[in-house]
Every structure is written in C-alpha cells, then in structure tokens.
C-alpha cells in the first residue's frame, strides 16, 4: 500500500471518528468506546476493501458487512453517509423518534445496512448465512464481513458459528474480532476472560491471525492474506484500544455507554479536526511532491 | 374409530411435498440440527445434496444461518424436536426471523404429548404460546397427511415467519385424500349444534372426533372445529361456532396458557360472547415419560375427559 493511500485511510477513520462522535452526542449519549475502537477497520472496509454501491446498495454481486456488535451502529453511519449512502446531515437525527439510524442495526430502516443485528452473537450466524448463501449463487470473489466484539465472544453462539463455518469451509467469511479488552462491566479479563482468542480460532479450523488493529496497512495486508487461504474461514483478531482515537475516552475505563456533551462535542470538533487537516496538509503536499 | 390408517408417516408426507415444490422452486433449502433421521429430511438432503444443511446439534446457529440465507433470497426451512425448535431458539427467531422480516419457516416435531418416551424434557407445552406472542408469526398445527398436502405449499409460498407443528410419526387420517384447505381458514371436521369442540393438532382433533362420537351416543350433538392455523386465527370461524352452538370447549396439545384455548378465551372476550367455555390440555404442567394413552389419560386430554367437559358445558348453557 503507498503512503498517500495509508494517509487517505487514516483521514477517513478521523473522519468516522467524528462524525460519529458528534452523531451520538446529538442524541447525548453513545456507545463511543466500541465506536471508536472500530474505526480503523470500518476506514480499510469502506474506503478500500468492500466492494458496494452507494447508489445501489441492494446490488446483488457486492460484499456483505454484518456488524454483529450492533450496538456500534453509528461507526457504520458514518462511513456510509461519507460514501454517499445518504446525506451527512441525517447523523444528527441518530435514535431520535423516528429515526432511521437506530443505534443497534435495522437493515430496513439503514441504506447500507446488510443486516439487522442487536442481540449479541447472532449477526455471526446471520453472517455464515449470507455467506452460504453467496456462494449457492455462484458470487465470485464476494465477502461477507463478519465484525465481532471482543465480549461478544462471551455468547456461545458465536462458537456454533465457528464449528458450522469451518465444516462448511466458508472460505467468503472472514470475520473480525475488536479486541478492545473491556465490555459493559469492565475489562473482559475480570468478567468472563477469553484467553487467545485467535488460538481458539485456529483450534475451531480458522486461518487466524493477531494484529495491530489501529494500523491500517496491517489490516488490509491480514484480510489480503486471508483472502488467499481457500477452504476455511478466516479471522483476523484486532487488538484495539477501547474509545480510541479521542483523548476524552481513549485508553480509559468505563467508556462503553457514555454521555457526550455539547462541550465535548465541540471539543471533538478542535481535536479531529485538526488531525484531519494535518492529514489533509500532508496529502496537498504528497501531491505537489508528485508534481 | 380408527385415524391410523395413512400409508405414510406425517413426516415423510412434509418431506415429499418440500420434495415436489422444491423441484419447481429452488430457492426452497433446509436445515436441520442433527436430527435430518428423525425428522426424515434425510431423504431431501439426498435429493437436493447442495440445498440440505445439517448444521449438528446447534440450533440456534442454525437459525440464524436461515435468517442470512433468507436475506440471500433463499426460503429456508429448519427442524428441530419441538422443544428446541421453539424454546432453545427464541431470541434467534425473533432476530434472525421476526425483526429482520426474514423469510424463515420451522418445523418443530413431536410438540406436547408426542414425546412419549424422551419425555418431559422434550415435550414442548409452551410452544404455540411462545411463538404467537411475536410479531406476525404464522402458527401452524397438522391434522394429517391430506393437510400437509394441501397446507404446506401454501406455507413455502408465504413470505414470513411460519412455525410448523408436526407428529411426525404417524399414520393419522382425519380427512379424504385431496381435502383442500385454506391457510388461515378453519375447517369444521363434523357438524353438530349443541357445543362446539375447537381443536387443533394430530393428536387432538382425531380426539375431539372421538369425543364427539360419545357424545353423539349420549345425545349430544357436538361441533369439531379444526383450528389447524391457530394464528392467525380464524375469528369468524370462532364467532360462528361460538353463537351457533352456545357452548365451546377448547382441545390442544399444549398448557391451556398461552396456546389454542387462551387465542379463543381472547376472541369470545372482545367480541362480547360469554357463552360456556373450557380448555382441555396440559393444565400448566410439565410432561414426563410414558407412551401416548397414558400421557393423554394422565393430563386429561383424552377423548373422555373431552366428552365429559363438554357435557357439563351443555348442561351451563
């Protein structure tokens, strides 16, 4: 990857980042950490990997992205509002009545939105679903993006799905795992620990790997190797950092759901803000060096 | 009267029509939870070898893999015992199903007193009631093959949630060969005046006949409704069957909360009909193992207990 692209990535994961702080905090409140732990991967999907048409979201031949952390909705909305799927200024009406941006996904309600998740566990299935289904339609060289919680992995279900995509050798599944190392109560250690989530992957017969998952390059080189392992399914475990990417959350306790003020808002606004246009300074520069 | 004389099992009636309209259809796949031998969709899986899925003992995997294939444009069918069907799998069929508007039928065997001998553990009492409280759930029970033949496609062609009731191993004939049914409509199995018997399912209605023709010795002439869609029920028939007759007595393969006679108990309250009425089925119990005579003797749904219920509701009227 050339480094006008990894800046472009990073430009549009701060992009995220405040969109999607300033759409929660229009409703005052949200699920920031695990928001905000995602970015990055959301950026890589959405600006790089995922094959998708904003001006026809239902196209048949595209990639599919279950967001099974579905309380995450709004790092979703606002990649899909910087692509086009709909215009910016709907993030504010996040969960207000009548929404059309609910927090948790509604695949009905959403342009964009693959599927409907909420209860935690489930977009897995719904995830290997799509997949069997994409691969019984002949979609050549079509994904389904499976984006799992860290403490989500505490639902049985989600090692159903491992056993059944392993014997169906979903190998158009490749999942991801936001290792943010806390859930609603705390840190994943102290409530229900996971151990190595990747081994146990690999022990379940998926290709896994661990990474970095805040560096965009690496995350578009994992899912490019998992693309190359035929017959299985893949997993790319992504050690995060809860509420990453906002000095008002990052690397803090006690993040998951929390209320967001005009204050901070504003202050989201001066703090992306300026590393969106350090970005963006860099990328002009990037370009008259071309020149 | 003797109701076991179909040449075929109910399940293999089910797997021959997902057979014949998935012919014609191929969007139609099943699932199963390591249970295609019991429940016979076996011989489906080989017919149809890439459209037939058996998922292992993991049902609620299974159901969420049929809400992504349905968003695929698949209409898929998943089996399970009853039991698990409904009570291990509800959040998924709410998800996976409901709220996703999926396209997602379950087929859920051996509900209430067919599961003699794996016994309480498996009897589902609870399922109708679990599944008619979500939203737009289609809840269906089959009296016999003929139904099946004529129910079933009408089930596939519908897009929704279905949840399918099934004694799948027996050889229960109620109706005629080529009997046509309407998804949603009643049927009355026999006519009568004096009481009205609403039942449902292929362990209660051949009761209900059975009830019906002891009263009939004993003078009574009684009604037997077949309620085989208990939702969306079929409220003109309940209506009907309720003024005509001046007394209902309600017959279901399931607790008496939540199932068949709670759906009429809400029909004859909002429409102000407050003639006699009763429910036969489990009375808020759990089951346990014994063969079927003994389970419907012991829980008192059997053909006595119906007739007698009924007489008291006549001599109320």
Known sequence: MNQRTVMELKRFATQIRLESILSMGACGSGHVGGVLSAADLVAVLYGLEACYDPKDPHKEDRDRIVLSKGHCGPVLYAALALKGFFPKELLSTLNQNGTTLPSHCNMHDTPGIDMSTGSLGQGASLAAGIALGMRMKGLQDRYTYLILGDGECDEGQVWEMALFAAQQKQDNLIAFVDLNHQQLDGYTDDICGLGDLRQKFQDFGWWAVQIDGHDVEAIHQAIQDAKTHKGVPSVIVLDTVKGKGWSVTEGKPGVHHIPISKEQMEQARQELGAQIAALEEQLEGEELDGI | ?317
């Open chain 2, 1 to 317: 009267m003797e109701f076991d004389t179909s040449k075929i099992l109910l399940r293999e009636a089910v797997c021959e029509v997902l057979m014949e309209l998935a012919k014609e259809d191929p969007s139609i796949v099943v699932l199963d939870a390591d249970l295609m031998n019991a429940s016979g969709l076996s011989r489906f899986a080989k017919e149809f070898p890439g459209r037939a899925f058996n998922c292992g003992i993991q049902e609620s995997n299974m159901v969420g893999v049929a809400g992504g294939l349905s968003a695929m444009g698949y209409v898929p069918l998943v089996h399970s015992f009853a039991a698990f069907a409904a009570r291990r799998t509800t959040d998924q069929v709410f998800l996976a199903g409901v709220y996703g508007h999926h396209n997602l039928k379950i087929l859920g065997t051996d509900p209430g007193a067919c599961g003699t001998s794996n016994g309480g553990s498996h009897m589902a009492l609870e399922d109708i009631g679990i599944m008619r409280s979500m939203a737009g759930v289609t809840v269906v029970d089959f009296t016999d093959e003929a139904m099946v033949r004529s129910v079933l496609p009408q089930i596939m062609k519908t897009p929704g949630v279905c949840y399918i009731r099934l004694f799948r191993k027996t050889k229960r004939k109620v109706y005629p060969d080529g009997t046509q049914f309407t998804l949603g409509k009643a049927y009355t199995a026999r006519n009568g005046k004096d009481v009205a018997i609403l039942a449902e399912g292929a362990v209660m209605v051949p009761e209900a006949l059975k009830a019906a023709a002891l009263l009939e010795e004993q003078g009574i002439s009684a009604r037997v409704v077949d309620l085989f869609t208990i939702k969306p029920l079929d409220v003109q028939a309940v209506v009907k069957a309720a003024k005509e007759t001046g007394a209902v007595l309600t017959a279901e393969n399931h607790n008496i909360y939540n199932g068949l006679g709670s759906a009429v108990a809400e029909v004859l309250a909002e429409q102000g009909i407050g003639v006699p009425f009763a429910r036969v089925g489990f009375q808020d119990t759990v089951g346990e193992t014994a063969d079927m005579d003994y389970i419907m003797k012991k829980f008192g749904l059997d053909y006595q207990t119906i007739a007698a219920k009924a007489k008291e509701l006549v001599r109320l009227k």
